[in-house]
């Protein structure tokens, strides 16, 4: 009787009458359906619900339609590293470079380098 049993274990590989695998693969699939259905059905309850709330929002009032797209002065930088360089740029420029300041009354800016030197020939003197 114990050879028997061996030998259908043998031959089918596995032991059948303790697992039924069909019925774990059934059970899953059923799980997985009922999940896929309950999330659907939330969906659109979910819709409707939403819809059915709008409905009951008064309208807006027509000073929100006319308010600006943008927020007021000042605002963030979106990339300091950029604005801090350009800022830089135009602050060299201002120093190093010749420039009329008030063309009328001959008043002229002069590089920094070049300002330093009259000063100091003036001291000399």
Same mark, same amino acid.
């Given at each position: 009787m114990g050879t028997e049993r061996d030998d259908e274990?043998?031959?089918?590989?596995?032991e059948h009458r303790d697992i039924a695998v069909r019925t774990i693969f059934v !059970?899953? +699939? +059923? *799980?997985?359906a009922v999940t896929v259905l309950a999330q659907v059905a939330l969906y659109f309850q979910l819709g409707g !619900?939403?819809? +059915?709330?709008?409905?009951? *929002?008064?309208?807006?009032?027509p000073v929100a339609t006319a308010l600006p797209t943008a927020p007021p002065e000042p605002r963030l930088q979106t990339s300091p590293a950029l604005d801090l360089k350009t800022l830089r740029d135009a602050e060299d420029a201002h120093l190093h470079g010749y420039?009329?300041?008030d063309r009328?009354?001959?008043v002229v800016r002069i590089p920094?380098?070049?300002a330093m030197? !009259?000063?100091a020939k003036?001291? +000399?003197r």
């Amino acid at each position: 009787m114990g050879t028997e049993r061996d030998d259908e274990t043998v031959e089918r590989g596995y032991e059948h009458r303790d697992i039924a695998v069909r019925t774990i693969f059934v !059970l899953g +699939a +059923a *799980l997985i359906a009922v999940t896929v259905l309950a999330q659907v059905a939330l969906y659109f309850q979910l819709g409707g !619900l939403w819809r +059915a709330r709008q409905k009951e *929002l008064p309208p807006p009032v027509p000073v929100a339609t006319a308010l600006p797209t943008a927020p007021p002065e000042p605002r963030l930088q979106t990339s300091p590293a950029l604005d801090l360089k350009t800022l830089r740029d135009a602050e060299d420029a201002h120093l190093h470079g010749y420039a009329w300041v008030d063309r009328k009354a001959s008043v002229v800016r002069i590089p920094i380098e070049r300002a330093m030197e !009259l000063v100091a020939k003036e001291v +000399a003197r």
